[in-house]
């Protein structure tokens, strides 16, 4: 690293020459990071629900309508998704790049915001260039979810309220609510940030002076305008919400409210230093607790030895206040109980201000700190970084998907049957297969009627709620269910897909003498299994 580049210099409202081609590398470094895998990878469950929901529907008031009565989702990133699928296609790559050019918006916007909070071209650099590198970022700025569109209109709204205040200018509100409003459309999660931002914005307005009821009638017109723009979807955020208060086919909502106590820590090294494996080796921790120890080194000297600004101070617990309260709202949130590997991706917001605070901290401390801080944060990520890169397909059965699907497709002879033990892969798993081939799903056991909105590759309503609200399900009822299918279909052949060996009691079932086992699952790579009648 070129050691000039520590040297103070204030910033300024262009690019320099340098300092632009630093972004520019640092862009480079990002794409190059999230082109990894980005075609290669097959679609994992939720990119193929958001892509199925949006071809699925011949108009988009028919999606709309899905949308309001069945999903938990606001409609922008389908409304968005299904005119770039008829121009760029369905591929893994086109539909993934829209997540790639919003997370370089992130990395981008994260430079800006970090320059103009502390007028320092080398906060924002370091800043973006951490941004770029972080795994969570990595992760879904490849993913086809609008996690990374909306921690962009994070961006946007925060740099809209940094903006109002330093200036005054009433046209920055505009930028605000819009950002606010879209963030809302793009995901509920988005609520986290919103409230974080508003929190910060109105505690900055309350102070005395001849301005103050200014600066108070901006913040109620602002947030004026954001209700005002997500209102339309209201009625329906208000609907699902009920929808949790009334018994479905005696099925309660029954979200765990219970978290463990070391949440918020977990979370942390979660948002940083993300892995999707359950154990990692001692060195790696050893990297972790040595980057956390050089960073309170580093904040204790800087503080001690009066290093800063004025003015910083009120930055920093501006930036503090932008991490914190997301991820206390997250604490309480239903949705906040592990589902999948990286639950994190609802406060992905949370790595911005981390980024800026560490970059703020590292350059603030001094040359020779500021240095060390950084070299042992990023060789800290370094195999967290490799870790989130590897082809998520060769260990995860989520990204196999199509594999399986491919296999019955070929395999598949008149009278089979394909089964899958959950409502959510039997739409993503038929996405996949023929469409001559009938999928059945064993949960919920006790519904075997219509379901309003059911399709072969969007799931219905019932199929939907069962999501949160999990009954409790014993063998006799599995039994129940698979006699019900067997009786419908008469197959010959009966495909499991999904199931590991005790779910459910899946497997006890053709344990009668009946069936022969004549395909077995490969562990947790292929979920795969055929029984085929004697």
């Known amino acids: 690293m070129n050691l000039r580049f520590w040297k103070r210099t204030s910033d300024s409202d262009g690019l320099p020459g340098r300092t632009g081609l630093w972004l520019a590398g640092i862009l480079a470094l990002a794409t190059a990071l999230r082109l990894i895998n980005i075609g290669k990878e097959p679609f994992w469950c939720d990119e193929i629900l958001s892509l199925d929901i949006a071809t699925s529907f011949d108009s988009a008031s028919e999606m709309l309508r899905y949308l309001a009565q069945v999903e938990f989702h606001p409609p922008l990133y389908y409304l968005i998704i299904r005119p770039w699928v008829g121009i760029f296609g369905a591929s893994e790559v086109s539909l993934r790049s829209l997540s790639l050019i919003f997370s370089l918006g992130i990395v981008f916007m994260v430079y800006v915001i970090a320059r103009r909070m502390f007028n320092d071209r080398r906060i924002g650099l370091l800043a973006a260039g951490i941004t770029a590198v972080l795994p969570l970022q990595i992760e879904f700025g490849q993913e086809a979810r609008p996690y990374a569109m909306f921690c962009f209109a994070g961006c946007l709204a925060v740099f809209a ?62 947030h004026a305008a954001v209700f005002v723009l997500f209102w339309p979807w209201m009625d329906d955020l208000l609907y699902k919400i009920l929808l949790g208060r009334f018994d479905i086919f005696g099925f309660e909502r029954n979200l765990v409210s219970s978290r463990a106590p070391n949440f918020f820590g977990n979370l942390l090294d979660s948002v940083i230093w993300v892995t999707k494996d359950n154990y990692v080796p001692v060195v790696q921790n050893l990297a972790v607790a040595l980057a956390i120890g050089v960073f309170v080194w580093v904040a204790v000297k800087m503080v001690s030895g009066g290093a800063g600004e004025r003015g910083s101070g009120r930055t920093f617990g501006a930036l503090v206040s932008l991490a914190a309260i997301p991820a206390a709202l997250f604490l309480v949130a239903p949705y906040s109980i592990p589902y999948s590997a990286i639950i994190e991706r609802h406060v992905i917001w949370i790595t911005v201000p981390i980024a800026i605070v560490i970059s703020a901290v590292a350059v603030r401390a001094g040359m020779k700190r500021g240095a060390v801080l950084i070299a042992v944060f990023i060789a800290s990520l370094l195999p967290y970084i490799v870790g989130i890169a590897v082809d998520d397909s060769l260990y995860d059965s989520y990204f196999r998907l199509q594999e399986g699907a491919e296999y019955i497709n070929e395999q598949y002879k008149d009278g089979d049957i394909v089964i899958v033990p959950i409502s959510i892969l039997r739409s993503d798993f038929a996405h996949y297969l023929r469409e001559d081939v009938p999928i059945e799903v064993l949960t919920p056991v006790q519904y075997r009627s219509h379901d309003i909105w059911r399709g072969r590759h969007v799931l219905g309503l019932i199929e939907n709620e069962v999501q949160v609200r999990i009954p409790k399900t014993s063998r006799t009822e599995v039994f ?8 419908k279909y008469d197959p010959q052949r009966v495909w499991i897909y999904g199931a590991r060996g005790d779910d459910y009691k899946i497997h006890d079932w053709f344990d009668d003498g009946v069936w022969r086992h004549g395909f077995r699952s490969i562990g947790g790579v292929l979920q795969l299994d055929l029984y085929s009648k004697r």
């Open 161 to 222: 309220v940094w903006e109002h205040l330093r200036s005054g200018r009433r046209s920055w509100l505009v930028l605000y609510a819009a950002a606010s409003a879209i963030g809302l459309y793009l995901h509920y999660s988005y609520l986290f940030i919103a409230v974080a931002t508003a929190l910060w914005w109105f505690a900055e307005s309350t102070p005395g002076g001849k301005d103050r009821r200014r600066r108070m009638m901006d913040w109620l017109m602002a």
């Open 480 to 487: 129940d269910k698979f006699d019900w299918i067997v009786d």
